[in-house]
């Protein structure tokens, strides 16, 4: 068993390391290139476009809600624009749970239409997904960590009709940097934050032969446009692993999101801010 995990580490290591090399060493114009033996690469320019609409439910027991609505974009190997398709339609309600110190719990589902896109390679799905998360937030001076944990489960028929059920465990560590407020300031209680993620999937070997999923960079700035309303913009990079377990497809490109808090909030971190283009 010690001998399977050590080989199981150093494939996952591996890939992680073949990433940062990859994704800071080599031109992302250069659609499809060799990595490691037996590994191809392919640079997918992406976009995320969301918006989100948190509000009270039951205030004495500390139960909230909110509804995500993304939009993804992409380009394909040989097409630069991140606009050119539309990967995916996303509507995700959450119940969410704040009885504890420094600590959240999310139950959501997950409605991902995902739109062929036969330059990518990419099939028709419709994808559900059942969630659950758990996030621990740790006070700083001028700032916060965070890390999360999301267990969820995709239902969906795959290119071929068969039915697959794949559970996929997911962990995220992410820093907050509070900016200073000047005595007239523009946007309110305005932040730079940056997370990594990484994901694992566990499917049937002849759908998908790897663990590894997706590892995932991101970097925003976050700010208050009044009271009730939280704009976020940034960048995402991120690698993931083709159920072939021979195609590494790395996304890059821009991000944004709107949320909207029906009770005021004086910081919005985006601690939860989902990335969709998996």
Not at 9 to 17: C, L, R, V
Request: hydrophobic share 40%; net charge positive.
């Amino acid at each position: 068993m010690r001998s399977i995990n050590i080989r199981f580490g150093k494939k996952i290591i591996s890939k992680i390391a073949c990433f940062f090399i990859i994704f800071w060493g080599l031109n992302p114009t250069d659609a499809i290139s060799q990595s490691e033996p037996g590994y191809e690469i392919g640079f997918i320019p992406a976009s995320i476009s969301e918006i989100d609409v948190a509000f009270p439910l039951m205030e004495k027991w500390k139960i909230s809600g909110q509804v995500d609505v993304q939009l993804v974009t992409q380009g394909a190997y040989s097409n630069s624009n991140p606009y050119a398709y539309v990967q995916r339609f996303v509507v995700r309600p959450w119940l969410i749970y704040s009885g504890f110190k420094h600590m959240k719990f999310y139950v959501g589902y997950a409605r991902n239409k995902k739109y062929e896109i036969e330059e990518a390679g990419n099939p028709e799905i419709l994808e559900r997904r059942l969630i659950l998360m758990g996030t621990y937030m740790q006070k700083m001076p001028k700032g916060s960590l965070f890390e999360q944990v999301r267990f969820e489960t995709k239902f969906f028929d795959d290119k071929n009709g068969i039915k697959r059920i794949i559970p996929r465990l997911r962990g995220r560590f992410g820093v907050n940097h509070y900016l200073n407020q000047g005595d007239n300031p523009i946007f309110l209680s305005h932040n730079i934050s940056y997370y990594t993620e990484i994901m694992f999937k566990f499917a049937s070997k002849d759908y998908a032969p790897d663990r590894f999923d997706i590892l995932r960079q991101s970097v925003y700035y976050s700010a208050g446009l009044t009271d009730n309303l939280t704009v976020l913009t940034g960048i995402i990079a991120q690698m993931q692993l083709r159920s072939n377990g021979s195609q590494f497809d790395v996304y890059y490109g821009p991000t944004i999101a709107l949320k909207w808090n029906f009770q005021p909030k004086i910081r919005e971190t985006f601690d939860m801010v989902n990335s969709g283009n998996d």
